[in-house]
């Protein structure tokens, strides 16, 4: 389809003006995907003029034919106040149910949310749980971490051990929300005891898969939904989360934590939250090996072979220019 070659700059530029010319062509002859692809160009504005009407006329033929990609759409836009529709979380819920019927996973992780905020509907937060799980049978990504966060912050199904259960399987999926979740929950002791050496690992953890969500305590939250969103971190942001992990493995060093100086050692091997230091991290790993401690000898083994390397490299730079 030309369209999309153009939509993805693939084997021509990328233009999406040109695409979109393609899609409308293709769209003109009820080509489904093309009317999804303008739909979804005209709703977003996506390197085109924002158009909500432009973007409902080819929608709606899709709503009326029962697509459930548009149902979904449609009821984003009455949950969400966009487009041509009034703020109505009850219309919304209903056209979630339609797509949702169909399997469609984007809306039944919005009807969870609609029962676990109370919005358009009774605060539920079990019917809302039982969405969050329906989500996981579809594959959704993050089904997991929701259904851990009902179990955390559901006032009626408050249960620290299983969402920390189900943040574990998201984590096991890179889910970074999860990860610094658990990280939260070490930290105050949620369900767990309460160990801010494991915390500070999973936070760094969730940092290094380069998302964090947003913290679920803070004043400014308003919704379920803010509260699970992820956004990209900035490398200061990055940055500033190693030096504190630094602090803290250091400080746990100086209470005899042979963990601890595994995980300093490598940060000095690559220089995060610290400047970079091979003699320092072999230093560290002598100390584990000392100490018999088990991973110490593949580690200093591989930190020995850096700094055997570059003082390689320093050797044959001044032979070449000195």
Not at 68 to 79: K, L
Not at 164 to 172: D, F, I
Not at 215 to 228: K, L, N
């Amino acid at each position: 389809m030309r369209g999309l070659f153009h939509y993805n700059g693939n084997y021509v530029p990328k233009d999406s003006n040109v695409a979109a010319e393609w899609f409308q062509k293709a769209a003109k002859q009820n080509h489904a995907e093309s009317q999804i692809f303008l739909e979804m160009m005209y709703l977003v504005g996506e390197d085109i003029p924002q158009d909500y009407y432009r973007a409902l006329q080819w929608l709606l033929p899709l709503v009326m034919e029962g697509c459930p990609f548009a149902q979904y759409h449609v009821g984003s836009m009455c949950e969400t106040d966009k487009g041509l529709f009034s703020k109505d979380y009850s219309k919304g819920m209903e056209w979630y149910l339609k797509s949702a019927d169909q399997g469609d996973k984007d809306s039944q992780v919005h009807i969870g949310f609609l029962y676990f905020d109370g919005h358009g509907v009774h605060k539920d937060d079990e019917i809302a749980l039982k969405w969050f799980l329906k989500t996981i049978k579809q594959g959704c990504s993050t089904g997991q971490f929701l259904v851990g966060m009902c179990y955390e912050k559901g006032q009626d199904i408050e249960d620290f051990a299983m969402a920390m259960e189900w943040y574990l399987k998201a984590a096991e999926d890179r889910s970074a929300v999860a990860m610094f979740s658990i990280g939260r929950m070490y930290e105050q002791g949620q369900g767990v005891d309460k160990d801010s050496s494991k915390a500070m690992k999973w936070f760094l953890k969730g940092v290094e898969e380069g998302y964090v969500g947003a913290q679920v305590s803070s004043p400014g939250c308003t919704g379920a939904r803010r509260r699970a969103s992820k956004k990209l971190i900035t490398a200061k942001q990055r940055n500033g989360i190693r030096r504190r992990a630094v602090e803290w493995y250091k400080n746990a060093v100086d209470q005899d934590s042979d963990e601890a100086r595994v995980a300093l050692a490598w940060m000095y091997k690559d220089g995060r939250g610290v400047h970079q230091s091979l003699p320092r991290a072999r230093d560290l790993c002598q100390e584990l090996v000392n100490r018999s401690h088990g991973g110490a000898i593949y580690s200093y083994e591989s930190v020995g072979h850096l700094i055997k390397e570059e003082e390689e490299e320093r050797e044959a730079y001044r032979n070449h220019y000195y």
